[in-house]
């Protein structure tokens, strides 16, 4: 139960963080914190203390919503795509996502500058796609083999603070919390 996860918003009421229970209840033994919502009876003891458990704290003294500048990732290409096949469309769960590479390794050199983008591992040469597509695409380029983009891929200027899934909001209570900083998703785990 204490590595269950908990919303940690800070003392402005905003969410910046997901913790675990034991940190939350440490938090709280120092003050830090305090559980805004918990699970009805269930509980969290030791041999002098006992908590309820937490679902939501909020910290006391945090008031800022720490930055995050939006890395270039394979993770932050799939959420930049919506977790969404950018060739089929559809939508998928992670373990069914990859990251494909528009023009690839093995095409990279024997085109113009101009016919490329800077860089291979660039937001502009990669896109989310689904182990079918992937593999349909292979090491071809798009006009070889008929796929076609449903968005041109770009470098995102904001991405949400945090990604959690709708299920996990759903079970643990914390929909009622989450703002404009935290997208909710429904297939990720
Ligand atoms: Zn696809």
Redesign the pocket.
Known sequence: MVDLPVLTLNSGMIPIDICRVRDAIVLQLLNKAAAIKVEQGKWIRSQYLSFALPRVITLFNYHKIPEKKVVYSRLNIIYRDDMR?M??G?RFSMDQLTVDHLIPQSRWDALPPNKRPLSINSWENQVC??K??NSIKGDRLLHECGLKLIRKPYEPKYLPHLVISKRKAEEYGWLEFLGYNVKVVDLIE
């Open positions: 096949c060739f089929c559809k796609a689904c079918g597509c």
